[in-house]
């Protein structure tokens, strides 16, 4: 595959890179699938996810479009359902829902109306993050929305070691998927001693850390910010077991209500609005599946039920970190937590790192 990254070693690379990695091994293994969106040859290449994809596939089969979410989905949806495996690409979560009526109406019904004979293999990757004041319009993490449709699939990956393999089980899916991925989670490395193969089995869930104290449920940024408040909190005494939705099924959460079972306290870390939330389909879930086993009632941490703030100055306190984690275990266990996590302040707290050069 002329022009395909390749790592020299798999264990020093990173998310965006294992995102490229899985389109252009899917686009390999299907040679009638199209891949397309807004920005996906521009020299950005959407963050670099979709890099010598049309050197290496020809713009046949991959390429840009207008801006139009609306058209470039009915598009989509037309040709999966026609037969083509199409990956379409929305650099916005926010933009992306002037197509709502094709999704919900269309592309999440075709199999259930045509009684199973009819397949929809779509996959549409929508980009959420935040930073550079971008306020109410452009930071929004709506995965709620999507997961409440019946015919819709939604995965929502956070670490680099099991990415391209989430990707291209979610390309190769014969039902609607929306891949939902965070900005500030493209630069991360792998930080694993394996990545997975390409063709492993999709785990809805992962558990990342045991421990029999706390059970912290996250997905997207809030895992790694999770993972962060874990290792702080083991040195003072306290061991958590940090559990990642993959998929926003509910059917699948059986690794959650046994962590649960196992520790009796739940605190669910959201990277959205915390009402009508997945966190709250979690809390949910849990108290009908482990009531007795709860030791106390579960908590959510969520964004609060307001817009972003444009102003830089708003939204450091909008935004749960891990020191927001560490507050809520410790309250939680009913203990108190000397000092806080040391959070690094050589860049601002609405960019992830140095690396990280615009909003787009």
């Given at each position: ?7 020299e070693s798999p264990n020093n690379t990173t998310f965006r890179e294992q995102l490229n990695l899985a389109q252009h091994a899917a686009m390999e293994a299907d040679k009638s699938m199209l891949s397309f969106g807004l920005g996906i040859s521009d020299p950005k290449a959407i963050f670099g996810t979709t890099a010598n994809l049309a050197e290496s596939f020809g713009s046949h089969r991959v390429f840009d479009m207008p801006t139009s979410e609306n058209a470039m989905t009915g598009i989509g949806i037309g040709a999966a359902i026609a037969g083509s495996r199409v990956l379409m690409t929305h650099q916005r979560m926010d933009f992306f829902l002037l197509a709502m009526d ?259």
């Open positions: 595959m002329t022009g395909t990254y390749m790592p094709q999704l919900v109406n269309n592309a999440a019904k075709w199999h259930y109306m045509f009684n199973g004979q009819m397949k929809v293999p779509l996959t549409i990757r929508l980009i959420v993050g935040r930073g550079w004041g971008q306020g109410p319009t452009h930071a929004q993490n709506l995965q709620s929305w999507f997961a409440h449709v019946p015919g819709l699939k939604v995965v929502v990956p956070s670490k680099t070691d099991a990415v391209a393999s989430q990707l291209y089980s979610a390309i190769m899916d014969d039902n609607p998927v929306i891949f939902i991925e965070h900005r500030w989670l493209h630069e991360q490395q792998c930080g694993s001693t394996s990545v997975l193969p390409l063709q492993s089995p999709h785990e809805s869930v992962r558990v990342h850390r045991q421990g029999a104290d706390c059970t912290i449920v996250a997905n997207s940024f809030m895992v790694l910010e999770a993972l962060i408040a874990a290792d702080f909190l083991q040195h003072r005494g306290i061991n958590v077991e940090v559990v990642e939705t993959v998929s926003l099924e509910q059917s699948e959460w059986q690794k959650i209500y046994d962590s649960v079972e196992k520790t009796g306290r739940l605190l669910v870390c959201d990277s959205a609005h915390g009402h009508f939330s997945v966190a709250s389909e979690v809390v949910s879930s849990v108290t009908e599946q482990c009531f007795k086993a709860l030791t106390e009632a579960p908590r959510r941490l969520c964004l609060p039920p307001y817009p972003e703030p444009t102003s830089y100055y708003l939204t450091k306190p909008f935004y749960r970190n891990a020191n927001d984690i560490v507050a809520a275990v410790a309250e939680m266990m009913g203990v108190k937590v000397a000092g806080g996590i040391e959070l690094d302040v050589s860049t601002p707290h609405d960019v992830p790192g140095n690396w990280f050069k615009g909003p787009f």
